[in-house]
């Protein structure tokens, strides 16, 4: 995907951006990644068959923290991975660092997300 890089300010924030895009794309098979939303609010967000059918996104957050955005996830039963937020569409949650993303959780959650989705 071109441009990834661009949508973070914080080069903390784009390493762990970069670490999350990485584990997303090996886990889904024909994952789509597409820059959305305008200057002040820009992420990815990854589909399959076509971009209206999200699976998960990503956005640089705030004091140089990253989010991930999961869809088809209502609630969370994880010893380390919590939502931060409450949003009608999608889940978020926020890591402050490359050592707080455990692969193996983030695959766990896309796991579950791969489940629900309905495509």
Not at 54 to 60: A, D, N, P, T, Y
Not at 64 to 73: D, F, K, N, R
Request: glycine share 8%; hydrophobic share 35%.
């Amino acid at each position: 995907m071109e441009n990834f890089n661009q949508i973070f300010k914080s080069a903390k924030a784009n390493k762990i951006g970069n670490k999350l895009k990485g584990i997303i794309e090996s886990y889904f098979d024909n994952v789509e990644g597409n820059i959305v939303g305008g200057a002040k609010v820009k992420l990815v967000l990854y589909s399959r068959n076509g971009k209206n059918n999200v699976l998960c996104g990503i956005q640089e957050g705030t004091n140089e923290s990253c989010m991930l955005y999961v869809h088809h996830i209502n609630e969370l039963n994880h010893d380390r991975l919590k939502f931060s937020g409450k949003g009608k569409h999608a889940k978020r949650i926020t890591f402050n660092s490359t050592e707080d993303i455990m692969e193996e959780d983030i695959k766990w959650l896309l796991s579950k997300v791969n489940e629900n989705a309905p495509f």
